[in-house]
């Protein structure tokens, strides 16, 4: 866990100071709402459908005990009593009051925490994999890149005002968690055959009006220059991207519209100048940095006493989708779940969070991990501990035993609160998880995923699941689109859609409709995505289509 030195803090304390000059000068009418919209987009404030929004960092998706117990804090002083954890490893706050903001920001600092560039068109929140460091199919721990990336990409004056917004995401693991290819750059991290550290190199990838999956810019990068090639990457951005048409904005369109290799060129033309130049790492750099992060003190010879409770079918169900394989041995990492069956993903109650933080006090050296798919994390937890934190969880909700599975939903906040949004997610996911409540039926499906977006912005990521669904505007009234065959990760792939748009009534009978063909046509062993990559679409749109229910 990153620790704040002296610069870090002082700079975080200034601009909570700055951002309260601001806002006064804005609420005495000395700045205009166009003004003042800058500013307060610069600190993860937006004006939602009902009330401002505030977005907080959490860098890479880390979190001490004692931050996670702040932000239950806030929820209960400055909000309704629960935070919601984002697909991009934040969270945010539906409804606090503009006027009490500096106040939020504040005592934020207090605990190493801010909303810096959660918003705006610059270098976003640095995202990675929730189990970097603790993975057993780790290669290479990008945390502490992705800490000197966050340095060196906040309040960068060259990148305060690109043409639109910018996201990095990292991955060091032989399996992809960190959704690399769809990020405007992705790193993937990995030794060469002279076992040094080197970087693959994807650049253009993204999400909303046009999903694209990235390309590789640079097979093997030497990781001493991620910031200077990544530098020269946002100087060409920044100087050809267009400002013109916010829609065709993001470096994915520079990148389609160039080719990649006339891209690369300029990239290599610019960065042949800044290449060995002072944002150079080198391993004194590097080690600088590890230093600020504590190293859990693993036991050894810890008892596995799982064997114990094989005829607890709840528990035995929760320990087979919800905990992951660790790097050391009697260790394991635990997923919460913030998904049960009538509750919105990815909120968390405050009293949730402050749970979580007491568990993972107790049970994880102090740390929770957030996760893309909007679940929290305790990465190091002794295996001949975990009924025992199962038990404890359970009564805070937390334990529903379906990561993974069809009701894992990851779901942006939709038309309930977002001003953008076409239609509401929340209640569609709360729908289709009442339909599907039969823990036994979920497991029998298998791995799933599927994702909700109330718009194009695509902010519950519905392009790249396996079933993803768009809530569009059809004349008024709220409609939804369903894609089939995304997919991310190592083969990342983009979801096709089935055909015309569904009513919010008949979006769980879709689904039902969905699984029914896929159950009907698996072979052994296979799952979802494979069954839909097997058999095309043309069996889901006949099923679907041909239907009474679904014709009225």
């Given at each position: 866990?990153?620790?704040?030195?002296?610069?870090?803090?002082?700079?975080?304390?200034?601009r909570?100071?700055?951002?309260?000059?601001?806002?006064?000068?804005?609420l005495?009418?000395?700045?205009?709402?166009?003004?003042f919209?800058?500013?307060?987009l610069?600190?993860?404030?937006?004006?939602?459908?009902?009330?401002?929004?505030?977005?907080?960092?959490?860098?890479?998706?880390?979190?001490?005990?004692?931050?996670?117990?702040?932000?239950?804090?806030?929820?209960?002083?400055?909000?309704?009593?629960?935070g919601?954890?984002?697909?991009?490893?934040?969270?945010q706050?539906?409804?606090?009051?503009?006027e009490?903001?500096?106040?939020?920001?504040?005592?934020?600092?207090?605990?190493?925490?801010?909303?810096?560039?959660?918003?705006?068109?610059?270098?976003r929140n640095?995202?990675?994999?929730?189990?970097?460091?603790?993975?057993?199919?780790e290669?290479i721990?990008?945390?502490?890149?992705?800490?000197?990336?966050?340095?060196?990409?906040?309040?960068?004056p060259?990148?305060?005002?690109?043409?639109?917004?910018?996201?990095?995401?990292?991955?060091?693991?032989?399996?992809?968690?960190?959704?690399?290819?769809?990020?405007?750059?992705?790193?993937?991290?990995?030794?060469?055959?002279?076992?040094?550290?080197?970087?693959?190199?994807?650049?253009?990838?993204?999400?909303?009006?046009?999903?694209?999956?990235?390309?590789?810019?640079?097979?093997?990068?030497?990781?001493?220059?991620?910031?200077?090639?990544?530098?020269?990457?946002?100087?060409?951005?920044?100087?050809?991207?267009?400002?013109?048409?916010?829609?065709?904005?993001?470096?994915?369109?520079?990148?389609?519209?160039?080719?990649?290799d006339?891209?690369?060129?300029?990239?290599?033309?610019?960065?042949?100048?800044?290449?060995?130049?002072?944002?150079t790492?080198?391993?004194?750099e590097?080690?600088r940095?590890?230093?600020?992060?504590?190293?859990?003190?693993?036991?050894?010879?810890?008892?596995?006493?799982?064997k114990?409770?094989?005829s607890?079918?709840?528990f035995?169900?929760?320990?087979?989708?919800?905990?992951?394989?660790?790097?050391?041995?009697?260790?394991?990492?635990?997923?919460f779940?913030?998904?049960?069956?009538?509750?919105?993903?990815?909120?968390?109650?405050?009293?949730?969070?402050?749970?979580?933080?007491?568990?993972?006090?107790?049970?994880?050296?102090g740390e929770?991990?957030?996760?893309?798919?909007?679940?929290?994390?305790?990465?190091?937890?002794?295996?001949?501990?975990?009924?025992?934190?199962?038990?404890?969880?359970?009564?805070?909700?937390?334990v529903?035993?379906?990561?993974?599975?069809?009701?894992?939903?990851?779901?942006?906040?939709?038309?309930?609160?977002?001003?953008?949004?076409?239609?509401?997610?929340?209640?569609?996911?709360?729908?289709?998880?009442?339909?599907?409540?039969?823990?036994?039926?979920?497991?029998?499906i298998?791995?799933l995923?599927?994702?909700?977006?109330?718009?194009?912005?695509?902010?519950?990521h519905?392009?790249?699941?396996?079933?993803?669904?768009?809530?569009?505007?059809?004349?008024?009234?709220?409609?939804?689109?369903?894609?089939?065959?995304?997919?991310?990760?190592?083969?990342?792939?983009?979801?096709?859609?089935?055909?015309?748009?569904?009513?919010?009534?008949?979006?769980?009978?879709?689904i039902?409709?969905?699984?029914?063909?896929?159950?009907?046509?698996r072979?052994?062993?296979?799952?979802?995505?494979?069954?839909?990559?097997?058999?095309?679409?043309?069996?889901?749109?006949?099923?679907?289509?041909?239907?009474?229910?679904?014709?009225?």
């Open positions: 866990m990153y620790k704040y030195d002296q610069i870090d803090q002082k700079i975080v304390n200034e909570v100071d700055q951002y309260q000059s601001q806002l006064n000068r804005y005495n009418k000395e700045l205009s709402d166009e003004e919209r800058p500013l307060r610069q600190n993860g404030l937006y004006i939602q459908r009902h009330a401002p929004m505030l977005r907080v960092a959490i860098p890479y998706g880390l979190l001490s005990s004692n931050q996670l117990y702040k932000l239950a804090d806030i929820a209960d002083k400055y909000d309704r009593g629960y919601h954890f984002s697909t991009r490893q934040n969270i706050f539906n409804w606090p009051k503009l009490e903001t500096p106040n939020i920001l504040r005592e934020l600092a207090e605990v190493e925490m801010h909303a810096i560039q959660t918003s705006g068109n610059c270098i640095i995202t990675t994999d929730q189990f970097a460091g603790v993975t057993d199919d290669i721990d990008p945390r502490h890149i992705a800490e000197i990336i966050r340095q060196w990409s906040t309040f960068h060259e990148f305060a005002l690109l043409p639109r917004k910018f996201k990095i995401a990292i991955t060091g693991s032989t399996k992809d968690r960190a959704l690399v290819q769809c990020h405007d750059i992705g790193l993937e991290f990995f030794t060469n055959t002279n076992n040094k550290m080197t970087i693959k190199v994807w650049v253009g990838g993204g999400l909303g009006r046009t999903p694209i999956i990235g390309s590789v810019i640079k097979n093997e990068l030497e990781w001493e220059h991620i910031l200077t090639y990544c530098e020269a990457i946002l100087r060409v951005y920044n100087l050809y991207g267009r400002r013109d048409n916010m829609y065709k904005a993001r470096i994915k369109i520079l990148v389609k519209s160039l080719g990649i006339a891209f690369k060129k300029l990239v290599d033309d610019e960065w042949k100048y800044i290449k060995n130049g002072p944002n790492i080198n391993t004194e590097l080690s940095i590890k230093k600020y992060f504590s190293e859990p003190d693993y036991k050894k010879n810890i008892k596995n006493n799982l114990d409770y094989k607890n079918k709840a035995n169900q929760w320990l087979s989708r919800s905990t992951n394989t660790h790097k050391k041995k009697g260790y394991r990492a635990v997923t779940s913030l998904k049960e069956t009538g509750c919105a993903p990815g909120d968390a109650s405050s009293t949730q969070m402050r749970a979580v933080s007491n568990l993972s006090d107790q049970y994880s050296f929770i991990r957030v996760s893309h798919e909007q679940n929290l994390i305790l990465a190091d937890v002794q295996e001949d501990k975990l009924y025992e934190l199962w038990v404890k969880a359970k009564e805070y909700h937390l529903t035993p379906n990561i993974g599975l069809l009701t894992d939903i990851i779901c942006c906040p939709g038309g309930d609160f977002c001003s953008l949004a076409n239609a509401k997610s929340i209640p569609i996911a709360q729908s289709i998880q009442d339909l599907f409540n039969d823990m036994d039926y979920l497991h029998d298998g791995d995923n599927l994702n909700i977006s109330g718009c194009m912005n695509a902010c519950g519905h392009h790249v699941g396996h079933i993803g669904i768009l809530g569009v505007d059809k004349d008024g009234s709220e409609w939804y689109q369903v894609t089939l065959g995304g997919n991310q990760g190592n083969f990342a792939s983009i979801g096709k859609v089935i055909g015309p748009s569904f009513s919010a009534e008949q979006m769980p009978l879709i039902k409709k969905i699984i029914e063909v896929y159950l009907n046509n072979q052994e062993e296979e799952i979802f995505i494979d069954c839909v990559s097997r058999i095309g679409l043309e069996p889901f749109k006949n099923y679907i289509y041909t239907d009474s229910e679904v014709s009225k």
